[in-house]
């Protein structure tokens, strides 16, 4: 990841325009439902966030290159767009709705969110909305549809048998088909 960040001026008028993410900065897209509490949350520590009012969603700007690196809950309703993605970004005029606007308006020199208080926040909000992220199966035993996974570990139960349960940070747990021995690092 590049430790600059490419010049960029957003579109001026009345019209938006179609920009490409991974140049000037990513993006973060997560529901409205779950991300006006995160703004909320990060204050002034908050960039940019275009809010998409017939969808729903809230974008956030973040620094180029930090979507290749983002680990987000899979499953989850937050999207990252690096490279490769494109965003649809209102004229600096559009304050307010209906539509596409900026639900926190572009300072000069501050656009983009840190990912990392962005990243913290989102993850709590899902944790409120959805519950806590849970460890599951290994993947040969998802491929053997012996476990669900989300790709973060194994806790050696099945999903029914771990409905209400957490894995603690750290907690080894083997798989019973003990394929290997899973350290979770952030549960």
Same mark, same amino acid.
């Given at each position: 990841?590049?430790?600059?960040?490419?010049?960029?001026? *957003?579109?001026?008028?009345?019209?938006?325009? @179609?920009?490409?993410?991974?140049?000037?900065? !990513? #993006?973060?897209?997560?529901?409205?439902?779950?991300?006006?509490?995160?703004?909320?949350?990060?204050?002034?520590?908050?960039?940019?966030?275009?809010?998409?009012?017939?969808?729903?969603?809230?974008?956030?700007?973040?620094?180029?290159?930090?979507?290749?690196?983002?680990?987000?809950?899979?499953?989850?309703?937050?999207t990252v767009l690096g490279s490769a993605s494109y965003v649809f970004v209102p004229s600096v005029e559009r304050?307010?709705? *209906?539509?596409?606007?900026?639900?926190?308006? @572009?300072?000069?020199?501050?656009?983009?969110? !840190? #990912?990392?208080?962005?990243?913290?926040?989102?993850?709590?909000?899902?944790?409120?909305?959805?519950?806590?992220?849970?460890?599951?199966?290994?993947?040969?035993?998802?491929?053997?549809?012996?476990?669900?996974?989300?790709?973060?570990?194994?806790?050696?139960?099945?999903?029914?048998?771990?409905?209400?349960?957490?894995?603690?940070?750290?907690?080894?747990?083997?798989?019973?088909?003990?394929?290997?021995?899973?350290?979770?690092?952030?549960?």
């Amino acid at each position: 990841m590049s430790d600059c960040v490419a010049p960029w001026k *957003p579109p001026q008028g009345t019209v938006g325009e @179609l920009v490409a993410a991974g140049r000037s900065w !990513d #993006a973060v897209r997560a529901p409205c439902s779950i991300g006006a509490t995160v703004v909320d949350q990060l204050g002034e520590n908050c960039g940019a966030v275009i809010q998409d009012g017939y969808a729903q969603k809230l974008y956030w700007l973040i620094k180029p290159g930090t979507a290749d690196t983002w680990q987000h809950r899979p499953g989850s309703c937050v999207t990252v767009l690096g490279s490769a993605s494109y965003v649809f970004v209102p004229s600096v005029e559009r304050t307010e709705g *209906p539509g596409l606007w900026w639900k926190v308006p @572009l300072e000069p020199l501050r656009y983009l969110t !840190d #990912a990392d208080q962005l990243k913290a926040a989102l993850e709590e909000q899902l944790d409120a909305a959805l519950g806590p992220r849970t460890l599951l199966a290994c993947e040969p035993c998802m491929q053997a549809r012996v476990f669900r996974t989300d790709h973060d570990g194994c806790t050696g139960v099945s999903s029914t048998e771990l409905q209400g349960r957490r894995m603690r940070p750290g907690e080894p747990r083997p798989c019973p088909c003990d394929h290997q021995l899973i350290r979770s690092s952030d549960a």
